[in-house]
């Protein structure tokens, strides 16, 4: 829809592009000179015929809360995704919009600095109109988070020592390794339900902010 210079992107393009980020999002963090693997994607085939489901619960709500920094006047704002009304492109500056209470406001980028201090910000600009320049950052950083709340993440320590895969197959979860963490599961007698807990804990503690992917964080 062209509204006045203005192209919107359907906010449920944004969230399916969101999902799948989130969904994909491998890390590996080093901690105490040893990997931690969390891989999204497991848990997504762990739990998506459960009672619960990963996608819809866990995913959705880290989209919802997912922080978009603004201008509005002359200082600098943030919102979630899920009070946001739509998402405007500028057709002239490329410039990404977005319309809160039935006012735009240009979205920003946060510049940061090497202690994950905020120094600056730009203007987001995206590339021949595609979201896909827009990544997701933690703040604190993924690391940062899993060194202070490691009393809250013990099963999910333990089941990425348990699986332990090497930078390769880290970065493609086959039928393979999705089954041999079931029956570690099971042998190991780790509670499904410890498991999902710790899945809430993370999604609903964990701050994700929106940024341009050239001054993404990735720690």
Aim: contains cysteine; glycine residues 0%.
């Amino acid at each position: 829809m062209e509204v006045k210079n203005f192209k919107e992107i359907y906010k449920y393009e944004i969230y399916s592009v969101l999902h799948s980020r989130l969904k994909t999002h491998d890390r590996v963090i080093k901690l105490k000179n040893k990997n931690i693997y969390f891989l999204p994607t497991l848990y997504w085939n762990l739990f998506k015929n459960y009672e619960r489901n990963y996608s819809n619960e866990i995913l959705h709500h880290q989209i919802m809360n997912i922080n978009f920094h603004f201008k509005n006047d002359n200082k600098n704002d943030k919102e979630v995704f899920q009070n946001i009304d739509s998402f405007l492109l500028d057709n002239k500056t490329k410039e990404l919009k977005i319309v809160i209470n039935k006012k735009k406001y240009t979205v920003l980028t946060p510049i940061k600095d090497k202690c994950e201090k905020i120094i600056n910000y730009e203007n987001l600009v995206l590339s021949k109109e595609a979201f896909r320049v827009a990544t997701i950052d933690h703040n604190p950083t993924f690391k940062s988070f899993f060194e202070k709340n490691s009393e809250g993440l013990k099963n999910i320590f333990y089941l990425s020592n348990l699986i332990n895969p090497n930078k390769a197959s880290a970065k493609k979860i086959n039928k393979a390794l999705n089954e041999n963490a079931k029956k570690q599961i099971i042998e190991n007698k780790i509670s499904r339900e410890d498991i999902w807990n710790e899945l809430v804990f993370l999604a609903k503690h964990q701050k994700l902010e929106i940024v341009h992917q050239k001054y993404n964080i990735k720690e």
